[in-house]
């Protein structure tokens, strides 16, 4: 009898198990920063954007917007938003939506956006998905930064960093 009793609540344990992994949202996390030389990468000058607006955005092959979150980086530069549901077959990106520094507030053509990819059903090792870095740019480049670009290329050239 209690072997029957086993039998049958073993299925129903890993479906619950199961089930509680689903309800558990998919975490988008990455940095938003300004790349305050134009380097194309987080360089000597860049500083990371506290309070820059983020979101993330999914939707089927059809145009109809499934998912939608938006959020805030803290003081870092960091920002770690939660997507609920199964996103399999669709097509979601985080993208970096503003910034709030008076200068530098250019989207930069190397990190606007980035595609991600919101299942379970893809291998993830846990509920994380971190994107690359955002940035974004000044209007206008500091005195400095010529400076700045002929050190960095000066040190590549020599092999260092």
């Given at each position: 009898m209690a072997l029957r009793?086993?039998?049958?609540?073993?299925?129903l344990a890993a479906f619950l198990v199961e089930g509680s992994a689903q309800s558990h949202p998919l975490v988008v996390k990455g940095r938003v920063f300004c790349d305050a030389c134009h380097a194309g990468h987080f360089?000597?000058?860049?500083?990371?954007?506290?309070?820059?607006?983020?979101?993330?955005?999914?939707?089927?092959?059809?145009?109809?917007?499934?998912?939608?979150?938006?959020?805030?980086?803290?003081?870092?530069?960091?920002?770690?938003?939660?997507?609920?549901?199964?996103?399999?077959?669709?097509?979601?990106v985080a993208l970096v939506l503003h910034s709030p520094h008076p200068t530098c507030n250019l989207l930069s053509q190397h990190g606007a956006f980035a595609t991600v990819l919101l299942t379970r059903?893809?291998?993830?090792?846990?509920?994380?998905?971190?994107?690359?870095?955002?940035?974004f740019t000044p209007n206008r480049l500091a005195s400095f930064c010529a400076s700045e670009v002929a050190t960095e290329e000066g040190s590549n050239i020599l092999g260092g960093e």
């Open positions: 009793a086993l039998l049958f609540l073993l299925p360089s000597r000058s860049s500083f990371y954007l506290a309070g820059a607006k983020v979101g993330v955005q999914c939707g089927s092959s059809q145009g109809h917007v499934t998912a939608y979150v938006e959020g805030k980086t803290g003081p870092n530069g960091e920002f770690s938003l939660p997507v609920g549901g199964e996103h399999e077959g669709e097509y979601c059903n893809a291998g993830l090792a846990d509920d994380v998905i971190n994107t690359g870095p955002f940035a």
